[in-house]
């Protein structure tokens, strides 16, 4: 149900925000809303009475009358019900998923991150990570320190503006070797099993978040 899905996805938004210390509904029109929340059951009346004075599409003056109300009961599980409840939900669920695209979109500018992302790990920049790898295997053919951080930064630094317009904020890397003293000899691709490069992105909540 559609339903459903929006208040997974939302649910999920809020989750995220709250986990990183933003609270989704901060303004006083949805704190207002929020203390005076709708039950199940107010809102399934709603429905019985929006129900109970629509016309119907089919004639029930021949129907027992033990059966009427059953069929009343059914327009609103299968028709009322779920558009009235789609109808209150959405701007909750609008407001939460806004909050969260706004963060990521606008103020984390993910999509940046994102085509960082891909040109490091994907090697979608093949110029600028084909140089790596060239100094990279070059100390390593040299037999000398390759797995150095100073090293790995450096050169991860000179070929981040390549084009003279840098495609990768070089200080979110984060490399880490592991067993790199055994493995500085090694002369195949296996002593770079305890390379890692991990790309970290810092969010600081701030009062204008919670606005």
Not at 169 to 190: C, Y
Request: glycine share 6%; with cysteine; net charge negative.
């Amino acid at each position: 149900m559609a339903i459903a899905e929006d208040v997974l996805r939302v649910g999920k938004a809020v989750g995220l925000l709250r986990a990183i210390g933003i609270e989704p509904f901060h303004d006083q029109e949805k704190l207002s809303e929020m203390r005076n929340w709708c039950s199940f059951t107010e809102l399934y009346q709603r429905c019985e009475t929006i129900a109970s004075i629509s016309p119907s599409t089919e004639s029930t003056e021949d129907v027992p009358t033990p059966y009427s109300d059953q069929i009343l009961h059914l327009r609103i599980v299968f028709d009322t019900l779920p558009s009235y409840l789609l109808t209150y939900l959405q701007p909750w669920c609008l407001a939460g998923q806004g909050k969260l695209n706004t963060l990521l979109f606008d103020d984390c500018a993910m999509m940046d991150h994102l085509n960082s992302i891909e040109g490091l790990y994907f090697m979608r920049r093949g110029d600028a990570m084909g140089i790596f790898c060239d100094k990279v295997f070059a100390k390593l053919d040299a037999h000398q320190k390759w797995h150095d951080l100073h090293f790995l930064n450096s050169v991860l630094r000179d070929v981040s503006a390549v084009d003279r317009k840098s495609w990768i904020d070089f200080t979110l890397v984060q490399f880490t070797v592991r067993g790199g003293r055994q493995r500085s000899n090694a002369s195949t691709v296996q002593c770079f099993e305890g390379l890692t490069a991990d790309y970290a992105v810092y969010l600081i909540p701030t009062e204008s978040h919670n606005n």
